[in-house]
Nanobody, 115 residues
């Protein structure tokens, strides 16, 4: 079992920045892949960004150039730096991790972009 816990969400004005962190109960480098996903009210959960164990990174087109996913080895966290935030980025953000045949999720952190 892998436990994940997200933090760093909050209320931010359009154009602002937030940094989300996902702490894991096991080494983040032992995961085959980790990623960020989000779910806006009334919508399905959507993929935001992923990083593989080899360090390969991919982003959804909607966040490319604005969001950066990275592994913070000193804290054993998966972070998501979000810049130039837009109201349409408002959602609950979830951290997900794959290890072996298991897929694990955190409980999410709310991000609200509003003036």
């Amino acid at each position: 079992q892998v436990q994940l816990a997200e933090s760093g969400g909050g209320l931010v004005a359009p154009g602002g920045s937030l940094r989300l962190s996902c702490s894991a109960s096991q080494s983040i480098f032992s995961m085959s892949s980790m990623g960020w996903y989000r779910q806006a009210p009334g919508k399905a959960r959507e993929w935001v960004a992923t990083i593989t164990s080899e360090g390969s990174i991919n982003y959804a087109d909607s966040v490319k150039g604005r969001f950066t996913i990275f592994r913070e080895s000193t804290k054993n966290t998966l972070d998501l730096q979000m810049n130039s935030l837009k109201p349409e980025d408002t959602a609950v953000y979830f951290c997900g991790a794959g290890k072996g045949i298991g897929l694990y999720w955190g409980r999410g952190t709310q991000v609200t972009v509003s003036s």
